[in-house]
């Protein structure tokens, strides 16, 4: 059984501040790895992709990935109550395999 | 460029019932998957269609979903008798490729709720 955890949270950190929201997974083969942001009662969102090892930043986003220790984090910067949402990882081993997704991450940026 | 589109947005049923979604994905979009998503918990896949094909029902449950995919565009899922665990939001989801580099365009859901 493929499997990705995350910590459910919620999450609460100060406006301005750095979140940071982790996921495990347990199938070594994946090769994609994906952050969906998801507001509540709207669908998900794609804010972040990671294919390589390291790290990868896209304005105020920066996503983590560590292939040996089966992990992958973003980390939001300057964090903003709009940034307030569930956050859900996803991983997708290799062709032909599905997008398995977490529980997701609940974040609340108090102003 | 018009997203995932999926209709209706709410539906509420009694148990045993039946119920019918709708889904057309974006222009173009060979890959096609129904998602259930039960509050708290993240989207479960159901089925997955490439064009007019199944890649993947293993998690459908057969004896009382089903899904189509006809012309290879828009695609229905149904759920016939329905029973008070479906309750859910029913996500359509599609995607220009697939393999490496396939990234999940989502629609706005269905919110189902099953009394």
């Known amino acids: 059984q493929k499997e990705v955890e995350q910590n459910s949270g919620p999450l609460s950190v100060p406006e301005g501040a750095i979140a940071s929201l982790n996921c495990t997974y347990s199938?070594?083969?994946?090769?994609?790895f994906f952050w969906y942001r998801q507001y509540s009662g709207k669908s998900p969102e794609l804010i972040m992709f990671?294919?390589?090892?390291g790290d990868k930043e896209d304005g105020r986003f920066t996503a983590q990935l560590n292939k040996a220790s089966q992990y992958v984090s973003l980390l939001i910067r300057d964090s903003q109550p709009s940034d307030s949402a569930t956050y859900l990882c996803?991983?997708?081993?290799?062709?032909?395999?599905?997008?398995?997704f977490g529980p997701g991450t609940r974040l609340s940026v108090l102003p | 460029e018009a997203g995932v589109a999926q209709s209706p947005r709410y539906k509420i049923i009694e148990k045993r019932q039946s119920v019918a979604f709708w889904c057309n994905p974006i222009?173009?979009?060979?890959?096609l998957y129904w998602y259930q998503q039960i509050l708290g918990q993240g989207p479960k896949l159901l089925i997955q269609?490439?064009?007019?094909?199944?890649?993947?029902d293993s998690q459908l449950p057969k004896d009382r979903f089903s899904a189509e995919r006809l012309k290879g565009v828009d695609s229905t899922l149904k759920i016939q008798p329905a029973k008070l665990e479906d309750s859910a939001v029913y996500l359509c989801?599609?995607?220009?490729?697939?393999?490496?580099?396939?990234?999940?365009?989502f629609g706005s859901g269905t919110q189902l709720s099953v009394l």
């Open positions: 269609f490439q064009n007019n094909g199944v890649v993947d």
């Open positions: 222009s173009g979009h060979a890959t």
């Open positions: 199938d070594r083969g994946s090769q994609s």
């Open positions: 996803a991983v997708k081993a290799n062709y032909g395999q599905n997008f398995v």
């Open positions: 990671i294919y390589s090892n």
């Open positions: 989801a599609s995607s220009p490729i697939t393999g490496e580099n396939e990234k999940l365009f």
